[in-house]
């Protein structure tokens, strides 16, 4: 999937905002490419004047706080990087030969929601299973009950998790439909001081607890491949879960069910001006344990909230710190 560039051109996903009133009928998704540099990070040039309606890549447009029309612009890609490419790019890399983390991929994209669909790819490569802590860092909870998720068995259709992604939703209501499916068992929200401060303090995401796995560790149930209902219901018998069915075939959920793995879900927008009273450093430092501790990690640029040269100046600087710091 994220192969090809497209439009959506219906009132569906971010489409939506003011659809009725704007000029402008479509919004612009990229194609995903893999990187082995931040340098290689782009943003989508504003178009020119005279550029014809159906070649404008505006990506999210929208009605700002004074009721006026934002139309943004911003990342020429999506981008993959990945650990273990980084390091080959870059010598000086602290990962080489370490196998727990250079599986580990970093997704940089716009809309926030396309988050939804880089877990379930995560799934699929076996590199998540379900019931991971969401490290949420956001200006925004983006948690906004649409009562629409994907059941279980079509949450393994990769295609069908795709057009979920792009035509149901949308930047402020992704996360709870991938809580309700149990990718998601628990989310930290990270929006204020209060809570990077609360974070450090008690050191929630702890890395020797006996309930993460981490990925130099076998994969659990690697064995239970398989197809369709047969398949989901070996899982529902044999995966630490938090379902399982009951002898009349029901599903329950498992009341002392513990959390498998880490996912750092980040959005730029918390280190956008308004948000400055909050230390910087403190802000990175949290991001980079979150990051150190995270199975996958995937950040949004949200253009509609922060300035898109400011965002890829802040994710260069912290990921570049990532990536090579030895101390990190």
Known sequence: MYIKPFYITEAVWNNAFSYETRTNKQIYVPNLIEIDDLEQIELQPHPSPLLQERENKVAFEDYDFDDKLSTNYWLKNFYKIKLANFQDNHKGSPYTNKSNIVNKSIYLFDNHNHAYYFWYLARSEWLIWDNNILVHIDEHADTRDNDKHLLKPDSYDLQKVFDFTNNVLNVGDYIIPAKEEWIIWEIIQIRNESNLIEYLDHNILTQNSPHTRHLDQPHPSPLLRGEGIEWINKLLYNHPSPLRRGAGGEVWMEEETKWNGII?????????????????????????????????????????????ELAISVFKDIFWDFLTKKDI
């Not at 927008?269 to 990175?284: A, H, N, R, S």
């Not at 990051?291 to 950040?299: D, G, L």
Request: proline residues 4%; glycine residues 0%.
């Open 264 to 308: 750092l879900n980040l959005d730029l927008d918390f280190f956008q001006p308004d948000l400055d009273y909050i230390d910087y450093e403190l802000k990175k430092k949290v991001v980079l344990d979150a990051a150190k501790k995270a199975s996958i990690i995937t950040v949004s640029t949200s253009p509609f909230f922060i300035n898109q």
